[in-house]
């Protein structure tokens, strides 16, 4: 599916279908994995039983990566991703042995249909939990912990700006009328408000678009007694808490605005207002405000709609906001009290991972110590500056939209086991987790009994293809026409590039076409490729000065498209793409920087993005193909990046020792990355079928390499699933998980190494099928419509520029569904093995 504005930028690792039965009375495992085994088998034939059960829905395990416990983590399962319909009608129960957990069916992405259910865990240091998600009779009781409400009066009349008479009355939703302004007394406590079991929260819903907060000293819901009998009384102190916060001219706590180069401009010149709550839950409450007719500063006009959503057990609100016309610099800022202090958060980190910016001192309006907070994704923080009224971050929108948290800690808030917090000090520990929290969500492996019973048929030459098929049809309907220029990447939320993900993605595509000729499959790869390169040969969004390896990837495809029809234009554009790497920055030893902004630089990916092509390339043009140019960079990474001891690779080198990531002495980064190991081994195969037979030693050279990486990769293979992880030799390491693009990679390596006789089918026939059916059991999920995801896939994990290569780098990075970077791979390794399979049959 696309990638929609609250879909999580995360997923699970994927449970071995048959690990654990599918039934609605047990967590008992039913056997571990070992390729054909009959205990495995009788697994696979209890799972389908399983998945035929109408209650049982799918099992979920939950692993903490953290070095400290997550309390009330709130885990979110979209009915898709359970393979349930959209809409899904039935109460659903989340059981933890014998205690069911409460659970919500929400509507998370505000669109009025429910998506999904959440529920909140507690999960200690090193613990998994294991639950069964499975349909109920009723839903599942739970104490009120949020409340989202807005209430405005009825029965009275307007007086000018003041509404005089009535009485309030909660709505689900409210157009503003004209009249209304401040303290006009018309919406109690002016604005819509959500809380938690923590902390509660109001925005004003008129031109000063505050953010406001109210201190709470008990658990239970109070909003709907706050402010019925007016403005003045939740400013003093009461037995529920108070109003804490002076907002003032600034945006209070978490507010939004714009930043115009000196100062943050409210959301004040409006048109109109709107607000709806969305959800208003035991466990989870929302409500959304529409702003139309926006002018933040002349010449600029949008419509704005946000997002605010809370979770039991948090004291933080997720915003997520999005205009209607492309405007940059949103900020969401805090009110700059005296006496306080300005805390940033670790700003030179992964662009994907939270940072914050935050105060702390005696600032509440009883003048105890409060703690304020807005977290956002470093990538998105384009700059960290204040005004007169506020401490800001102003934000860098990403196809119109933002996305950030904002919290405050007080330390009157009722006794938990999350506080109160009263120093600085705890308030900073508290941040730097709740980052971590948000960078690195609790590991998930689900399986549903849909997929389940999806995958109980033998493997055959047939079911690999159909398996290949499956995803490119379904990433047809989802995404792949939007990988052409002028395209928007819905992973990336970015417009598309000539990068190295849309080459592998359209050989993918042109691979299952040659065994599976459907003219949807040559379509698209004419469509996106032809988008990308004009008459004149020239490559829209290419830019050769920028020397980045990537690049070339694309070109594979132009290459194979040349090579059938002769057309001038991918002459010249290949010819262009030839000339980069005539002119690429190198290391001494001769192997290509891996972009000009990564000087001196060799990684484990530029190996496959740039040598397979530079091969075809030398094969195709010149009548004497320069083999020795190709292997250069296969022997700097075989003699350099392995480790002599173990024979695995490390993922970069920096020759001149200078990056934050390189050992002192070796230049070595400090892990061996399963995807990149992945590029390599593919690179492998891939390159061989370009060197001519009569270069007899260096395709000895290479096929040594083969021989070499095979036994090492098939040394970490996971004995229960068959797949790879992340960090490929600690799979025991705290929050370290398997990994699916680097076992796509791998199981295509195996594959096609068996097909073109590289490897020994005696000896690596057994490990080509076990990985395989391993993709198929812990990474394939299918969906109620039919389409297929495959999970687990780490989006990227490159170095340098924040990206310190630390093991808690990798871990941090985004976990996604359906990147190309997996997709592509699975798609090819299918119709490896349909090939092995079929000359096996």
């Not at 919290?407 to 705890?426: F, R, Y």
Request: charged letters at 25%; one cysteine or more.
């Amino acid at each position: 599916m696309s990638v929609k504005l609250f879909d999580k930028p995360y997923r699970k690792f994927g449970l071995n279908a048959v690990a654990f039965a599918l039934t609605a009375a047990t967590l008992a495992a039913c056997g571990e994995k070992t390729a054909q085994t009959p205990e495995v088998q009788a697994g696979k034939d209890n799972a389908a039983e399983e998945a035929d059960k109408p209650s049982a829905i799918a099992q979920l395990e939950l692993s903490n990566p953290s070095a400290f416990p997550r309390q009330d983590e709130a885990v979110y399962l979209s009915y898709y991703e359970l393979g349930l319909e959209q809409g899904f009608a039935s109460p659903i129960a989340v059981w933890n042995q014998a205690e069911v957990i409460p659970t919500q069916a929400i509507d998370k992405d505000a669109d009025g249909n429910k998506d999904g259910i959440i529920f909140t865990v507690d999960v200690a240091v090193d613990e998994t939990l294991k639950l069964r998600i499975a349909q109920a009779d009723a839903p599942t009781e739970s104490a009120k912990l949020t409340q989202a409400e807005i209430s405005h009066k009825v029965g009275g009349e307007w007086e000018e700006r003041e509404y005089k008479g009535g009485s309030f009355q909660n709505v689900s939703a409210l157009d503003v009328p004209e009249e209304h302004t401040d303290h006009s007394y018309f919406i109690r406590y002016e604005g819509p408000g959500i809380e938690s079991d923590l902390v509660g929260y109001r925005v004003y819903l008129d031109w000063r678009n505050g953010f406001d907060i109210f201190g709470k000293q008990v658990r239970e819901p109070v909003l709907q007694g706050v402010g019925q009998d007016g403005f003045d009384s939740y400013h003093e102190p009461a037995d529920w808490g108070m109003d804490i916060l002076k907002v003032g001219s600034a945006v209070g706590v978490g507010g939004y605005g714009y930043w115009d180069g000196e100062k943050v401009i409210r959301v004040s010149d409006v048109q109109d207002w709107r607000t709806e709550i969305t959800e208003n839950g035991d466990l989870y409450s929302a409500f959304k405000i529409d702003y139309k007719g926006w002018k933040p500063v002349e010449g600029k006009e949008t419509d704005l709609s946000a997002v605010l959503s809370m979770h039991a057990g948090s004291r933080l609100v997720e915003v997520n906001a999005k205009t209607s016309r492309e405007l940059d610099d949103l900020v969401a800022g805090i009110v700059d009290h005296e006496g306080t202090e300005l805390i940033v958060g670790d700003m030179d980190i992964t662009g994907h991972a939270y940072t914050y910016i935050a105060t702390y001192g005696p600032q509440s309006l009883d003048g105890s110590n409060l703690g304020m907070a807005v977290l956002a994704k470093r990538k998105d923080i384009k700059e960290v500056t204040s005004d007169e009224h506020n401490q800001v971050a102003v934000l860098k929108p990403r196809a119109n939209e933002i996305q950030y948290y904002f919290l405050a800690a007080w330390e009157k808030e009722v006794a938990s086991e999350h506080g109160p917090i009263k120093t600085k000090a705890e308030f900073e520990t508290y941040l730097e987790q709740e980052a971590e929290k948000l960078t690195m969500p609790l590991r998930q492996r689900l399986t549903t009994a849909k997929s389940a019973a999806a995958i109980e048929q033998p493997l055959t030459a047939q079911v690999a293809l159909d398996w290949s098929k499956r995803l490119a049809d379904s990433e047809l309907e989802r995404k792949t026409l939007d990988y052409r220029f002028g395209g928007f990447d819905h992973i990336r939320k970015r417009p598309s590039y000539f990068e190295y993900t849309t080459g592998m993605v359209m050989q993918a595509y042109d691979e299952l076409n040659q065994v599976a000729p459907e003219a949807r499959y040559a379509d698209a790869v004419h469509t996106v490729m032809d988008s990308f390169v004009n008459e004149d040969g020239s490559i829209n969004g290419y830019v050769q000065e920028k020397y980045n390896i990537d690049s070339i990837r694309a070109g594979t495809m132009l290459l194979r498209l040349y090579e059938r029809n002769h057309n001038e234009s991918y002459k010249k554009a290949v010819d262009t793409l030839f000339e980069q790497l005539e002119n690429h920055p190198r290391t001494s030893e001769g192997a290509f920087w891996h972009k000009k902004r990564y000087p001196y630089q060799v990684w484990l990916d530029g190996v496959y993005m740039g040598i397979p092509f530079l091969a075809h390339y030398e094969q195709l043009m010149h009548e004497e193909p320069n083999v020795d140019e190709v292997l250069a960079e296969f022997k700097v990474v075989n003699e350099i990046l392995k480790d002599p001891q173990t024979g695995l690779y490390y993922h970069a080198w920096d020759e001149k020792r200078e990056q934050v990531w390189a050992d002192k002495e070796t230049g070595l980064s400090g892990y061996h990355w399963a995807r990149g190991m992945g590029w390599l081994a593919m690179a492998l195969v891939d390159v061989l079928d370009f060197i001519p037979q009569e270069n007899t030693e260096e395709r000895q050279y290479l096929l040594n390499m083969i021989s070499e990486i095979a036994p090492v990769i098939e040394k970490y293979q996971d004995a229960e699933t068959g797949t790879w992880w992340q960090i490929i030799d600690k799979p025991a390491e705290r929050g370290n998980y398997r990994e699916s693009t680097a076992s796509t990679m791998f199981t295509y390596f195996f594959a096609k190494a068996l097909n073109q006789g590289y490897l020994p089918k005696g000896k690596y026939l057994d490990t080509a099928k076990k990985a395989y059916q391993g993709l198929l059991d812990e990474f394939v999920q299918v969906h109620a419509d039919g389409t297929i995801s495959i999970t687990d896939m780490c989006q990227v994990a490159g170095l340098g520029y924040g990206r310190d290569g630390s093991y808690e780098y990798y871990m941090s990075e985004p976990i996604y569904d359906d990147d190309p970077k997996g997709t592509a791979p699975f798609i090819t390794s299918g119709v490896e093995m349909y090939k092995l399979l079929k000359s096996e049959s």
